[in-house]
Nanobody, 129 residues
């Protein structure tokens, strides 16, 4: 069983940056793709960014491309999301998730939340204008 714990959220002003972290325990993430999702008040959870199990491939939502950067450190069993040039519309709870490799699922980084098996509790980011 994997436990994911996010940290690094907070209250910031528009234009600021944050580094969100995701620490995994219970099992290694070395074979898992990692995704970041967010859920704003009154809205559905949406994909933000994802990274492949080797770190060689990344995927971003159009709304975050160029501003957000995802990375991982398999040796430390962690993943990170650097969020730059924050906007009020980035206000949300940010979740990291792990997509366990299974035969037939493929290795491509997915933006589909249904393909992620483990989820953290989230870290709240609030951006004031």
């Amino acid at each position: 069983q994997m436990v994911l714990v996010e940290s690094g959220g907070g209250l910031v002003q528009a234009g600021d940056s944050l580094q969100l972290s995701c620490a995994a325990s219970g099992r290694t993430i070395n074979n898992d793709n990692i995704g970041w999702f967010r859920q704003a008040p009154g809205k559905e959870r949406e994909f933000v960014a994802g990274i492949s199990w080797t770190g060689s491939a990344t995927r971003y939502a159009d709304s975050t491309k160029g501003r957000f950067s995802i990375s991982r450190d398999n040796a430390k069993n962690t993943a990170s999301l650097r969020v730059n040039s924050l906007r009020p519309e980035d206000t949300a709870v940010y979740y990291c998730a792990a997509s366990v490799f299974r035969y037939g699922r493929g290795r491509a980084v997915s933006g589909d939340a249904k393909l992620y098996d483990y989820w953290g509790q989230g870290t709240r980011v609030t951006v004031s204008s």
